[in-house]
């Protein structure tokens, strides 16, 4: 019952370093989702999928890009990271539209 | 711009207590309002709730929504030490991707 499963689970950078936040679902769910968790403010969305090859913007999605090559995996990347961007990265599915998501375990990321 | 708020924001009891925790919304096209408990990870999902004045019941936990009065209650009875977390209501609304609006969170804290 591996469900969602994010890699790596912590990670530090320094500014300006790149790196890609891995996330795999084994529920075959069509809707994919990248949220980021900060003190006070709440899971916002960044980017989302609807389905293999799609992508598109969530509420802050500036700074990150994403990918859906295949269905089971959605993948975040930092082009050049900053500050700001730390965070705890979530990543989410859900079967059908309006079903509950379910969640991975997180990545906390730390930029220097 | 939709809008998600939970109270209290923080919450300390001693275990066989009963708690009840709050969230009211202010989204343009409401679908569903859903709880999520998050201890040191993933949130799970604990219930999801789409009509008015109908209980859901889970155990010692139960919720109701109430949709004239844009709010909704998730309530603990008999608190244990386990129940000591962050619980988080998301708003879904009609869009097309299944987008939540996510509240702030209530810390919630158990003493034995």
């Known amino acids: 019952n591996a469900g969602v499963t994010q890699t790596p689970k912590f990670r530090v950078l320094k500014t300006g370093q790149s790196m890609t936040l891995l996330c795999a679902q084994d529920?075959?769910?069509?809707?994919m989702y990248w949220y980021r968790q900060d003190p006070g403010m709440g899971l916002r969305l960044i980017h989302y999928?609807?389905?293999?090859?799609?992508?598109a913007k969530g509420e802050v999605p500036d700074g990150y890009n994403v990918s859906r090559l295949k269905k089971q995996n959605f993948l975040l990347g930092l082009e050049s990271a900053a500050p700001s961007q730390t965070s705890v990265y979530f990543c989410?599915?859900?079967?059908?539209?309006?079903?509950?998501?379910?969640f991975g375990d997180g990545t906390r990321l730390s930029i220097l | 711009e939709d809008k998600v708020v939970q109270s209290p924001l923080s919450l300390v009891v001693h275990e066989g207590d009963t708690v009840t925790l709050n969230c009211s919304y202010e989204?343009?096209?409401?679908?569903?309002l859903l709880w999520y408990k998050q201890e040191k990870k993933a949130p799970t999902f604990l219930f999801m709730l789409?009509?008015?004045?109908i209980e859901k019941k889970s155990g010692r936990l139960s919720s109701i929504l109430d949709k004239k009065e844009l709010f909704s209650i998730l309530n603990i009875t008999a608190t244990q030490t386990g129940d000591s977390a962050i619980y988080l209501c998301?708003?879904?609304?009609?869009?097309?991707?299944?987008?939540?609006?996510f509240g702030q969170g209530t810390i919630l804290t158990v003493h034995p």
């Open positions: 989410a599915s859900s079967y059908g539209l309006y079903q509950p998501q379910h």
């Open positions: 529920m075959n769910h069509e809707y």
């Open positions: 999928s609807v389905g293999e090859g799609t992508t």
């Open positions: 989204v343009t096209n409401f679908r569903s």
């Open positions: 789409t009509s008015s004045g």
């Open positions: 998301a708003v879904g609304d009609g869009t097309s991707y299944g987008k939540l609006t």
